[in-house]
């Protein structure tokens, strides 16, 4: 979509939802340029936290391009309509709009560190397939960044293993089963040892090896 058509789409998305008296819009009763403000804000600190934990992991490009598709107006603007400051605005409009959100369709299918984007042979499966290096490692640092994003003060590598990693296993969770191997021993050295040594590329590649890489021997994507 040019620029033209963006801008002009997002003029006319804040003249409808100035309109809109707070206690009838869709997200919290925060004004929308607080939403506006807001959302932008908690986009730039999660890519930085996630661009840290990229460089540390040897994928600072990975770092620097993720996200970018949340700047597109179908993300950006259910972003915004969403947004309180606490939760992801997906979760809330998928919360509110029966386990949809427009946003997240968009999402997942640009963004290849989603392990989501990874399935194939949707007429007789679906099919969880493992992801490659960069992308697996890239969806690491994304879980530790949007931690570092939302949890701000209350982060630690323990809250992320036996908080967010143990609770999405009960929840349920489509990776494949050498890419829940690949996270667990990720998240679960990281929560022991306290430290972001694991992170470094080293130990990244011996981890993924072991996991997922010595399945795909023959298959140049994996190397």
């Given at each position: 979509m040019e620029k033209r058509e963006f801008f002009t789409d997002f003029f006319v998305f804040c003249c409808i939802m100035e309109m809109i008296p707070n206690k009838k819009k869709a997200g919290c009763c925060m004004p929308f340029y607080q939403r506006l403000l807001g959302h932008t804000w908690m986009i730039l600190r999660h890519k930085f936290w996630v661009f840290y934990f990229c460089v540390i992991a040897g994928i600072p490009w990975q770092g620097l391009i993720h996200d970018l598709s949340k700047f597109s107006p179908v993300e950006f603007l259910e972003g915004v309509r969403y947004y309180n400051g606490k939760i992801s605005p997906i979760r809330i409009s998928k919360e509110k709009h029966n386990g949809f959100s427009m946003a997240w369709i968009h999402h997942h299918g640009r963004n290849l560190h989603h392990y989501e984007a990874w399935f194939d042979n949707f007429d007789h499966g679906p099919v969880a397939r493992d992801m490659t290096y960069k992308y697996a490692v890239e969806m690491?640092?994304?879980?530790?960044?949007?931690?570092?994003?939302?949890?701000?003060?209350?982060?630690?590598?323990?809250?992320?293993?036996?908080?967010?990693?143990?609770?999405?296993?009960?929840?349920?969770?489509?990776?494949?089963?050498?890419?829940?191997?690949?996270?667990?021993?990720?998240?679960?050295?990281?929560?022991?040892?306290?430290?972001?040594?694991?992170?470094?590329?080293?130990?990244?590649?011996?981890?993924?090896?072991?996991?997922?890489?010595?399945?795909?021997?023959?298959?140049?994507?994996?190397?």
């Open positions: 690491v640092c994304d879980c530790l960044g949007a931690g570092k994003a939302y949890g701000r003060s209350a982060f630690s590598l323990q809250a992320e293993y036996y908080g967010w990693w143990k609770r999405r296993l009960a929840n349920g969770c489509g990776m494949s089963d050498h890419m829940k191997d690949f996270m667990e021993e990720v998240l679960s050295r990281l929560a022991k040892t306290n430290s972001l040594r694991i992170l470094r590329p080293k130990s990244l590649r011996d981890i993924y090896e072991r996991n997922v890489g010595k399945y795909h021997r023959e298959d140049t994507l994996f190397i």
